[in-house]
């Protein structure tokens, strides 16, 4: 999924990997919460040990890959009722999402907005799960993946390629290409070790909350670091 309200005259840009960078959550919170929506809470206590024991493979794959990891979590969603989950990523939004969002977040965007700068979302999680978060910071667009879906039941499989690694590089040249945005003039903000291509790309780089990796990638370039702190009650924008 690829959203966007940019202005045309867009000269430069904010990108902002999600999880991890604005919020303080991984695909999984996201994956748990839906699926133990559908089960008591004894039954979903004890699901949820369980699944844990097999996040340790999880972390182990994310090492070697984060788009590897993606495909492989993602076809953990197959057979869950598409219309269902849709439908709950507002209350995922409210009871998961909202609560874990770094407290400079919303500022760092708004000073971006102010700065005449289109306001882009660069995520591997899924475009539902993220339009909530979108629409509460008025960001310009979205770069996300979406689930196959047939039947009304989604299939486990991505309708691309994993947006992690070479591909966030790769859609926000896109982006840059087709909204006229200068990359020289950009910033973009991620996390992770996984988000260096993305921060590669343009002028300005942000690491927030580093990794060991990406940290010793960002002093090394001599770029910015940030040192998010975890939320107290999320502000919603304009409030």
């Known amino acids: 999924m690829m ?22 959550t991984t695909i999984v919170h996201y994956y748990i919460y839906f699926r133990r929506r559908r089960m008591s809470p004894l039954a979903g206590a004890i699901w949820q040990g369980i699944y844990l024991l097999k996040c340790v493979y999880f972390l182990v794959l994310d090492k070697i890959s984060r788009s590897r990891l993606n495909i492989v979590f993602y076809r953990g969603y197959a057979g869950l009722p598409a219309g269902e989950i849709k439908a709950q990523a507002e209350e995922c939004h409210r009871e998961v999402i909202g609560r874990r969002c770094f407290e400079q977040a919303p500022e760092c965007i708004r000073e971006h907005r102010d700065a005449g700068h289109a ?3 660069v995520t591997g999680s899924i475009d539902f799960i993220v339009e909530p978060l979108a629409r509460q910071l008025r960001v310009t667009g979205v770069i996300a993946p979406a689930l196959v879906e047939s039947n009304g039941r989604f299939t486990g499989q991505l309708d691309g390629p994993p947006i992690g690694e070479q591909e966030k ?23 992770s070790i996984a988000d260096l291509p993305m921060l590669e790309a343009v002028g300005h780089a942000h690491a927030v909350n580093p990794d060991r990796a990406l940290a010793t990638a960002a002093k090394r370039r001599g770029w910015q670091i940030h040192r998010w702190t975890v939320p107290a009650t999320p502000q919603e924008e304009g409030s």
């Open 169 to 191: 590089a790769r859609r926000i040249v896109q982006y840059a290409r087709e909204h006229g945005i200068d990359l020289a003039q950009s910033h973009a903000y991620g996390d």
């Open 119 to 121: 306001v882009v979302l």
């Open 3 to 24: 959203s966007d309200n940019a202005p045309a005259d867009t000269r430069a840009a904010a990108f902002f990997d999600v999880d991890g960078t604005l919020v303080r």
